[in-house]
């Protein structure tokens, strides 16, 4: 209807064409109905589900078009098919089902028309609406008017056209959206998924599901293709804090544009934007009808509709606009214009399980799916990126790169899987790492040609100048010829004026000496008269300082001191007599001399004087007074005045005042008197001295002017002789220099002769290598893109790849290529190491990777080295460290990022935040000069400098190919072979410190050198290049030259001292190499033991801390291989003794074990095979493909082990041996000990330590811990056998106030008392709180107080507090100021997610009760004081305490023995034997001494109350109070007691006796002291070693190479098959009803079987199918799920798969399993297609209680007058064996396949009886169980009451029933059935 009723004439539709499409319509369905039943959903392929929308969506198609497009049949035929694949094909996985559906298209078409139209259906059609152009504006168009391209729905042009018209379409798109730098290439595939989301999107209401890993290009072919539609796309903004309610928002927006503005909207929703699986449920919603319940309020909703009342008007004119039919039309509107685009990656379970919760997000799509792009892709992609990129190539080449690189991606592909099978570690590649691949080439092609082209240009220039200087040389010697003859003339000239010069000099000279001899008569005239003067002037300065103070005396005496002296009548006398010797002086007349009437002496002449006086100027002429004018009468005159007593100065300063001065001038006058007449003679004789100077110097002046004159001629003459000369000399230099020119261009020439042929050499060299770099590149990049995931070894096995197909493709590369050296330098390198980067090569690469990988690194850390190595590497750049889960995430990043610093995220799990996509991406949008990113729903500034590195301690990490692509995932795992160079590194730098020192030494002066060689001949170079002219001119070159020559002969010198010298250390290093590798060993094997138990985590550092600390301690010696061996010895025993200390007791053997098995692998003593016989031995062996046992005695798993055993070549001959000498076998076999005995067959000489270990394992798995034993201490000494007792002091000492202490607890093992003892005798304080819920608080303040004030802290069951100790370890590591005596202890119970830091910084041990009844009971005394011993004087006191302490031995001991101890084991410990204790103390108090004990009340208490307290099972506590009943009572204080034969009660009185007696027990207890068989050491010792060797198999890698070369997947594969092939066929239910109907349906026994046959029916089912999925899975067919991962997993290690654990029965190995699959279906097959069994496996049933109670009502029903309620069961054991019986019982049934465990059976005497040595078990006789009516039944009391049990393990849960056993006849201890009760017999229905 639908398609005639468009496909008509009306539309101008041709007849023949209306007739195909009314056929075409039944074809669709036949081909949907056949596609249906062909193609059907498996795991792989779930999502090939095909329904009626599948027709509809075709139709749908098929009335896109017009009748201009479809004008003929092949046309129509074209869109019919194109409609087809679109809407069914599009959706399948891989090119078969497509290639399949192909066929089965032209199949219908030709059996429904005929040949000739099959032929006219097209290849490939493809339909697109977007060729037409929008019309040209022709100017009448109205306002409003859009130009829309027409959509005309028509088939494509030819690809290129198209490729051309899409690349328009992506120019204007990035044109048109801001930030977006899309660049996408148009190869045929990314244009017809662009065809097919184009198609989608255009139908109303076309949902997409694009499926596709990462970096496919789903996202940006949707942006184009709605871009094309004209639509706009809209894409959620993750935040942190983004949810369901933002959805909503954001889903609102979205409707209201399509529904109310009615514009296309394209929502791209990808499976990284699923925060929370809630969202689905809103797309599912969406997708499925359109509508999401309650998106909008009441209010909005009017809104809506009242902004639609016009447009649906409009549209609708007649529909009345009511709120509904507004509403519904808004919905529509809405989802015809969203369309939703699933961008989804199929990797992982995720992808599935959605599908399954949310079917409409398949329903409700038309999928695409994104195949892995093709190698055309690949190739189109390279050519579109690289092939307009300039490379040095041929075309050829160059077209070969490209092609390799397509290449390079898809062998890449195939090698994650090859590295996922062999490692169990998931690695991608996606499209997106592969455009990072092509940018990286690129870029470091660009460098490196860049490098080369200038090393090039510098040595072609260097070349260019030695020619330059050659042609010089010739132009000189020219030169050199002219120049020598102008030198002839030039000295005939000089000749001739030299003559001339000569004859003048001759005059000149003889007036010279004339002059100089009247100059000397001058001279000496001069020299005479000077020394007078100096004669005279010392003279002189004698009478200066009088003179000076007579000057200094007469400046005191002012003009009007002298009118006043003038004034006075009658002056005192001393004045008169001074002014008469003024008078003298100035030689002025006097009175005539008269004596004076008054004063001795003459009378004074003051008349006079007053003249004198009054003389103006009389003052100046004293000052100026002529001192040469005294003569020595005057001085004789003064002599009377001056002598007289009171002239003097001080009289006259009291007499006459200032006056006084002039006395002193007076005296002076006279004293310089007495000098200066010495000194006026000299005076005379130098007047006439200087008249006679006077003539000697005109004399002198006219000589003088001769001399002159006659100088002038000379120096005329002088001049020209110089001029001539000089000219002389000119010519000599310019023939010198150019003699040298030559010489010096010749020594150039000469010189570089050398270099020349070297950069001759080179350059052609550098030619070749910018040559080969398309090769060499191509491979630093494929390294640097690619190889990060991967080990080292698997990255040799990608290069060597990778070179071969350069080989194939003759694309020039370096054949020795060495990728470090070609990305990075060895200063680098050498900055790296002292950064913390280790040294050895895998490190060097990652570092190479981290540096220049075009991604942002994240690194797979475990051990933190590459974080160190960042961190160091950083500091300087201000490095911001953060968390994904750290509150402040966000600002971390932004600040980043717009600060410009480096950024590591730490710690991050599987999962990044969203946040980071864009930073990862670098989708940087540039704006200005400055680069944005959207962090979320901001934009943030990207500052230069910012660089992010994400590092992870997950050591297997499997992250999205998404995030593959994003980030360059580098594996830092620390290798054993890198872990060993790190070590010999640091052996070295101990031991041979100076080898090591000479070694750096000598690196650094090779790298010196060779930096000093460069630099000179770069000098060289630079300054032959830069030199301005020529060569020949410059000296300072010839001068470098020489140098550089020298020193290139040196440093060649030093250079191949160096490489002999690094020969040498390289040898001496690799002496210590054992050392190293060593401890790489036991480094893993550290790390191995995490697999056991994830608490023990050892981090790297702590390892290095011990291995560095063994170093110094171990003992020195100068012989090297003596010291080596010491090193090793004692680091060995310390890692052994530290691993130990923090292990549980049952993981210390197993350390102690792996420890030579290890060290025996790697040194190549063991073989792998060898160790996994050990390990498995034959447990997947099929017993019954294996050759027939030779004696009953020998076990099916010991003969299983042994035909293991015979692959062995040491073995091969053992099967046949055992067959020919089984007796002597059996012999050996039955000793008690037969490691210790003579192996038959001359093995016991043949065989070294191990292989007997094989044998033991193989044949006596109880003895295997005996004989391991002997191994370890043979190979590694007797020490290591024994254990290691923890020492808590010693253990306190080792750590510091950053290290806490963790003690993991167990049974029993609560460390709190004795570190409590350990403070109080370290006199601290030990502050303790035990963690849960709210205690973080106190936890805090407790925490506070120890670091600030010292003290420890004891924080108790820290795994109740998980949250507190990621912060505790913060606290710990990053507080300052920590009180050196502050300690952190922490006791936890193993959890897993307790911190794996915080254990890794830790001490850990762990503290477990010892075992053996001696190492307890002392353990017990050690604890019990004197004063407690002594607590009372009762008789009975002593004795008690001491059964006690023995019984709360012994019920700890049983534990170890399994089952056959206790059913369940219970947590016995210290508290509650202290409460026991403290019962028996008060009972004494309170005990009447007459009466006694009441034994009773002991019983009671310990059997039920103390220890019975904790006990739920029935059966222990039938225990418990037998040992209260057998060792309590008054006979226990009698001499003969003892629990067993020398374990008596002492009798002692003090507690050192008691300690002293203890001491003397046995230090082996057989298991009698419990009162067990000594056999029940051997179920002891045979779990233990299961225990053991399970272990070790379970933390064996999971390497699938097995040695053998067959993967796991294919053993497995094999395995499965063969279990198909033996599968029993399924019960058919109604065969199954027919046959109970015949049999009597309702009859209990029969609903019984029927209930069997259900349950098996399960079993067989899930068998069935898991085998036929795993088969499956390991084709790749479908995908492996984790129920199929365990199962293959389990199925290789021999192990029943979990689901199948589930639903059946427990079993050892698989084969056990299987086997009893088969044995439980034949019984049940015989009972209901043959007849009903004489007599029954009760084994086989999966309910037997079901059985037991269904045979009861049998009885019951039998007997009138029997109520089932007071019916028991009872039982008789026949004589007969399985075999024996002929018919069944009269009454009840007959059982066989019970074993007894724990005791024997007397089948004559139909008793219990004691075991045979070595037999576990005894088979028991066919026992005859029936009912009995309780009224006629009496019980016996000699009767054991035995339970029975499914399996080994006695619970609850195994439990049947309980059985009547008959005990031995008195006398006979045995004979009572608590003899029994503790042997722990029992009887079980299977033993395997």
Same mark, same amino acid.
């Given at each position: 209807l639908i398609g005639l009723g468009h496909y008509c004439k009306e539309r101008g539709f041709s007849s023949e064409i209306?007739?195909?499409?009314?056929?075409?319509?039944?074809?669709?369905?036949?081909?949907?109905?056949?596609?249906?039943?062909?193609?059907?959903?498996?795991?792989?392929?779930?999502?090939?589900?095909?329904?009626?929308?599948?027709?509809?969506?075709?139709?749908?198609?098929?009335?896109?078009?017009?009748?201009?497009?479809?004008?003929?049949?092949?046309?129509?035929?074209?869109?019919?098919?194109?409609?087809?694949?679109?809407?069914?094909?599009?959706?399948?996985?891989?090119?078969?089902?497509?290639?399949w559906f192909d066929r089965c298209l032209l199949r219908v078409v030709e059996e429904d028309f005929d040949d000739a139209t099959r032929i006219l259906v097209p290849e490939e059609p493809y339909f697109v609406d977007f060729l037409r152009d929008p019309p040209e504006p022709t100017g009448d168009e109205p306002e409003d008017f859009e130009f829309v391209a027409p959509k005309i729905y028509e088939h494509i042009p030819p690809y290129p056209e198209l490729e051309e018209r899409l690349a328009n379409f992506m120019i204007a798109y990035n044109e048109t959206v801001r930030g977006s730098g899309m660049d996408l290439v148009f190869f045929k595939d990314a244009m017809v998924h662009l065809i097919k989301i184009s198609r989608i999107i255009r139908t109303d209401r076309g949902n997409a599901l694009l499926v596709g890993v990462g970096g496919s290009g789903k996202q940006s072919l949707t942006r184009l293709a709605s871009f094309i539609a004209g639509y706009k796309t809209f894409q959620i903004q993750l935040s942190r804090s983004y949810n369901a309610n933002n959805l909503l928002e954001d889903l609102k927006v979205l409707y209201r544009t399509t529904g109310v503005q009615g514009k296309g909207m394209t929502f791209i929703f990808t499976d990284n934007e699923i925060k929370d699986e809630g969202f689905l449920e809103y797309i599912n919603n969406v997708l499925s009808s359109g509508e999401v319940s309650n998106l909008f309020a009441r209010d909005e909703i009017d809104e809506i509709n009242s902004e639609l009342i016009p447009v649906m008007k409009r549209e609708f004119p007649r529909r009345p606009p009511t709120p509904e039919n507004l509403y519904d039309y808004f919905l529509t509107r809405a989802r015809q214009n969203l369309h939703v685009v699933l961008c989804f990656s199929p990797i992982g379970e995720k992808f599935r399980s959605r599908s399954l919760k949310f079917p409409g997000l398949f329903s409700g799509c038309t999928m695409d799916w994104f195949s892995r792009w093709p190698k055309d892709a690949l190739i189109a992609v390279a050519q579109h990126f690289v092939g307009s990129f300039e490379v040095i190539a041929t075309p050829e080449t160059k077209h070969n790169v490209v092609q390799t690189m397509g290449v390079i991606q898809d062998y890449v592909a195939e090698s994650c899987l090859e590295y996922f099978e062999r490692y169990r570690k998931s690695t991608h590649v996606t499209p997106k790492s592969y455009l990072s691949f092509l940018a990286g080439y690129k870029g470091i092609y660009t460098e490196q040609k860049k490098q080369l082209d200038q090393l090039a240009e510098r040595m072609n220039t260097g070349l260019e100048k030695l020619l330059e200087a050659s042609e010089s040389v010739a132009q000189l010697s020219k030169e050199l010829v002219v120049k020598e003859k102008e030198l002839e003339v030039a000295s005939v000239e000089a000749e001739k004026v030299l003559a001339e010069v000569t004859v003048k000099a001759t005059a000149a000279a003889k007036v010279k000496a004339e002059v100089q001899k009247v100059k000397d008569k001058a001279q000496a005239l001069v020299d005479d008269i000077e020394a007078d003067k100096a004669v005279a002037e010392e003279k002189l300065a004698k009478a200066k300082p009088a003179l000076a103070e007579a000057e200094a005396a007469l400046q005191t005496i002012k003009a009007a001191d002298i009118a006043t002296v003038r004034k006075l009548g009658k002056p005192p006398h001393l004045i008169m007599r001074i002014m008469d010797c003024a008078l003298l002086l100035f030689q002025r007349k006097l009175d005539p001399m008269a004596a004076d009437p008054d004063r001795p002496g003459p009378k004074p002449s003051w008349g006079e004087s007053l003249k004198m006086m009054s003389q103006s100027g009389f003052l100046q002429a004293l000052q100026s007074f002529p001192k040469d004018t005294i003569n020595e009468e005057t001085v004789e005159l003064l002599a009377p005045y001056l002598e007289m007593e009171d002239y003097n100065l001080e009289t006259a300063k009291k007499v006459c005042g200032n006056v006084a001065g002039l006395l002193s001038w007076t005296k002076a006058m006279a004293f310089f008197y007495t000098i200066n007449k010495e000194v006026l003679p000299l005076k005379a004789n130098l007047a006439v001295q200087e008249v006679r100077l006077k003539g000697a110097m005109a004399d002198l002046a006219k000589a003088q002017a001769t001399l002159d004159e006659k100088q002038k001629e000379l120096d005329v003459v002088q001049a020209q002789y110089d001029a001539a000369m000089r000219e002389k000399q000119t010519l000599l230099d310019d023939a010198e220099s150019c003699r040298n020119k030559m010489q010096a261009a010749s020594a150039l020439i000469g010189g570089l002769a050398g270099e020349k042929e070297r950069w001759t050499r080179q350059s052609k060299e550098f030619q070749e290598q910018i040559g080969r770099l398309v090769g060499d590149v191509l491979l630093a990049t494929g390294f640097l893109s690619y190889s990060g995931p991967f080990n080292q070894e698997f990255r040799l096995h990608l290069m060597k790849g990778w070179e071969k197909e350069l080989c194939k493709r003759n694309i020039p590369f370096s054949r020795d290529l060495n990728i470090t050296a070609m990305l990075v330098d060895n200063a680098t390198i050498g900055e790296w190491n002292l950064q913390g980067l280790p040294n050895d090569d895998l490190s060097i690469q990652n570092g190479i990777i981290t540096t220049k990988a075009t991604r942002y690194p994240l690194l797979m850390d475990p051990q933190g080295q590459g974080k160190a190595w960042i961190r160091n590497r950083e500091k300087s750049s201000d490095l911001l460290i953060t968390a994904l889960n750290h509150k402040y995430f966000r600002n971390h990043l932004e600040d980043a990022l717009s600060l410009g610093r480096p950024l590591l995220i730490e710690n991050v799990g599987e999962e990044l935040d969203p946040a980071l996509d864009n930073v990862l991406e670098k989708n940087f949008i540039k704006s200005g000069k400055t680069l944005k990113v959207k962090v979320g729903d901001k934009e943030v500034d990207v500052m230069p400098g910012f660089t992010l590195y994400i590092t992870t301690k997950l050591a297997n990490p499997s992250y999205t190919p998404e995030i593959s692509a994003r980030t360059a995932i580098i594996d830092f795992t620390v290798t054993m072979k890198g872990l060993e160079d790190q070590l010999l590194g640091r052996v070295i730098l101990t031991e041979k410190q100076e080898l090591e020192a000479e070694r750096v030494k000598l690196m650094e002066e090779v790298t010196a050198n060779k930096r000093n060689m460069s630099e000179l001949e770069d000098n060289l170079l630079y300054r032959l290049t830069s030199t301005q002219g020529s060569l020949v001119e410059d000296q300072s070159l010839i001068a470098v030259l020489r140098t550089t020559k020298e020193t290139a002969l040196e440093v060649n010198e030093k250079l191949v001292v160096a490489a002999e010298t690094e020969v040498k250390i390289n040898s001496a290093r690799e002496e210590y190499r054992p050392v190293a590798s060593q401890g790489s060993i036991l480094y893993f094997l550290i790390v191995e033991m995490s697999m056991v138990n994830t608490m023990y985590q050892t981090s790297l550092k702590q390892f290095l801390g011990i291995f560095d600390h063994s170093m110094h301690r171990s003992e020195k010696s100068p012989i090297a291989s003596k010291r080596i061996k010491n090193i090793i010895d004692y680091l060995t025993f310390e890692v052994f003794r530290y691993s130990c200390r923090g292990l549980y007791e049952n993981h210390k053997f197993l350390f102690t074990l792996l420890l030579p098995l290890k060290i025996g692998l790697r040194s190549g003593a063991i073989k792998h095979d060898e160790l996994q016989t050990f390990i498995k031995g034959g447990a997947a062996l099929d017993l019954k493909a294996c050759p027939s046992k030779p004696a009953k005695w020998i076990t099916d798993m010991i003969w299983l082990n042994l035909v293991e055993l015979s692959k062995l070549p040491q073995f091969s001959q053992i099967l046949d041996q055992v067959s020919r000498n089984e007796r002597g076998w059996k012999v050996w076999f039955d000793k008690d000990a037969p490691e210790e005995a003579q192996i038959p067959d001359g093995y016991h000489i043949s065989l070294d330590s191990f292989s007997k270990l094989l044998l033991i394992r193989c044949w006596c798995q109880d003895r295997t811990l005996a004989q391991a034993r002997k191994y370890i201490a043979e190979v590694m000494g007797e020490r290591y056998a024994e254990g290691v007792i923890l020492d808590l002091e010693q253990t306190w000492e080792e750590s510091d106030p950053r290290t806490p202490l963790i003690c993991f607890l167990s049974m029993g093992s609560d460390p709190t008392n004795n570190i409590e003892a350990l403070a109080k005798k370290l006199k601290l304080e030990c502050r303790a709180i035990s963690m849960g819920q709210g205690q973080e608080v106190h936890a805090r303040r407790l925490l506070q107080q120890s670091m600030s004030s010292g003290g420890w802290v004891l924080l108790q069951n820290c795994h109740l507090g998980l949250n507190f100790m990621e912060e505790l370890l913060e606290t710990v590591t990053e507080t300052e100021g920590v009180h050196e005596s502050s300690r952190i202890w922490?006791?936890?119970?193993?959890?897993?997610?307790?911190?794996? #830091? *915080? $254990?890794?910084?830790?001490?850990?041990?762990?503290?477990?009760?010892? !075992?053996?009844? +001696?190492? &307890?009971?002392?353990?017990?005394?050690?604890?019990?004081?004197?004063?407690?011993?002594?607590?009372?004087?009762?008789?009975?006191?002593? #004795? *008690? $305490?001491?059964?006690?302490?023995?019984?709360?031995?012994?019920?700890? !001991?049983?534990? +170890?023995? &399994?089952?056959?101890?206790?059913?369940?084991?219970?947590?016995?410990?210290?508290?509650?034997?202290?409460?026991?204790?403290?019962?028996?103390?008060?009972?004494?108090?309170?005990?009447?001494?007459?009466?006694?004990?009441?034994?009773?009340?002991?019983?009671?208490?310990?059997?039920?109350?103390?220890?019975?307290?904790?006990?739920?099972?029935?059966?222990?506590?039938?225990?418990?109070?037998?040992?209260?009943?057998?060792?309590?009572?008054?006979?226990?204080?009698?001499?003969s007691f003892a629990f067993y034969k020398g374990y008596s009660i002492p009798q002692c009185k003090t507690i050192e006796q008691f300690r002293e007696a203890?001491?003397?027990?046995?230090?082996?207890?057989?298991?009698?002291?419990?009162g067990l068989h000594p056999n029940a050491d051997i179920t002891f010792q045979s779990n233990m070693a299961q225990e053991v060797l399970d272990t070790i198999m379970n933390i064996q890698p999971k390497d699938s190479s097995g040695g053998s070369g067959e993967t796991r997947e294919s053993i497995v594969f094999r395995i499965a098959d063969d279990m198909l092939e033996k599968l029993p066929p399924d019960y058919i239910p109604h065969e199954i009803k027919a046959r109970l109907q015949k049999m009597g349906a309702l009859s209990s026994m029969n609903i019984f079987l029927r209930q069997e046959i259900d349950r098996m029916q399960r079993v067989i089912t899930l068998v069935r199918h898991t085998l036929q999925d795993l088969k499956l899975a390991i084709e790749g067919t479908i995908i492996m799920s984790e129920n199929l991962r365990d199962a293959l997993d389990s199925m290789y290690d021999a192990k029943v798969p979990e689901i199948w654990r589930k639903v059946s029965w427990e079993s050892s190995t698989l084969g056990f399993w299987f086997t009893e699959l088969l044995e439980r279906n034949n019984q049940f097959s015989y009972w209901i297609f043959t007849a009903r069994p004489n007599v029954f496996w009760m084994t086989g049933f999966f309910n037997p209680q079901g059985f037991l109670t269904a045979m009861r009502q049998e009885v019951t029903r039998a007997h009138k007058g029997w109520a089932l309620d007071s019916v028991i069961l009872h039982n008789d054991v026949t004589k007969m064996?399985?075999?024996?019986?002929?018919?069944?019982?009269?009454?009840?049934?007959?059982?066989?396949?019970?074993?007894?465990?724990?005791?024997?059976?007397?089948?004559?005497?139909?008793?219990?009886?004691?075991?045979?040595?070595?037999?576990?078990?005894?088979?028991?006789?066919?026992?005859?169980?029936?009912?009995?009516?309780?009224?006629?039944?009496?019980?016996?009391?000699?009767?054991?009451?035995?339970?029975?049990?499914?399996?080994?393990?006695?619970?609850?849960?195994?439990?049947?029933?309980?059985?009547?056993?008959?005990t031995p006849t008195a006398p006979s201890h045995a004979a009572n059935p608590d003899y029994w009760i503790l042997r722990g017999v029992a009887l079980l229905c299977d033993i395997k």
């Open positions: 209306i007739d195909l499409v009314g056929k075409l319509v039944v074809v669709t369905r036949l081909l949907w109905q056949q596609t249906k039943t062909k193609l059907l959903p498996t795991p792989a392929k779930f999502h090939y589900v095909f329904n009626l929308r599948d027709l509809s969506r075709i139709w749908e198609g098929m009335l896109n078009v017009s009748s201009e497009t479809v004008t003929d049949k092949r046309m129509l035929l074209g869109l019919w098919k194109h409609e087809c694949t679109r809407v069914i094909a599009d959706r399948f996985t891989n090119a078969s089902d497509k290639e922490i006791t936890t119970e193993v959890h897993p997610k307790f911190p794996i #830091s *915080l $254990l890794q910084t830790s001490i850990k041990f762990t503290n477990e009760p010892p !075992e053996g009844v +001696k190492a &307890g009971v002392k353990r017990t005394y050690a604890g019990i004081s004197s004063e407690q011993l002594d607590y009372t004087n009762l008789p009975q006191w002593k #004795s *008690l $305490l001491y059964a006690v302490a023995f019984l709360h031995t012994t019920v700890q !001991e049983r534990r +170890k023995f &399994g089952p056959l101890g206790w059913n369940i084991p219970y947590e016995f410990n210290q508290a509650d034997f202290t409460a026991s204790v403290q019962f028996v103390q008060n009972h004494l108090d309170d005990m009447d001494p007459k009466k006694g004990v009441c034994w009773n009340t002991v019983h009671y208490m310990l059997g039920e109350v103390q220890y019975g307290g904790r006990v739920t099972d029935d059966y222990d506590k039938r225990l418990l109070n037998t040992y209260a009943k057998v060792w309590f009572g008054e006979h226990m204080f009698s001499e203890i001491d003397h027990l046995p230090l082996v207890d057989t298991p009698e002291v419990f064996m399985k075999d024996e019986v002929q018919h069944p019982p009269a009454e009840g049934v007959y059982v066989h396949g019970l074993y007894l465990d724990g005791a024997g059976w007397d089948r004559r005497g139909c008793k219990l009886t004691e075991p045979p040595a070595k037999v576990l078990f005894t088979q028991l006789p066919v026992i005859h169980l029936y009912a009995v009516n309780t009224a006629e039944h009496t019980k016996d009391s000699k009767v054991y009451m035995c339970p029975v049990y499914k399996k080994p393990r006695r619970t609850d849960l195994t439990y049947i029933t309980a059985v009547a056993l008959r």
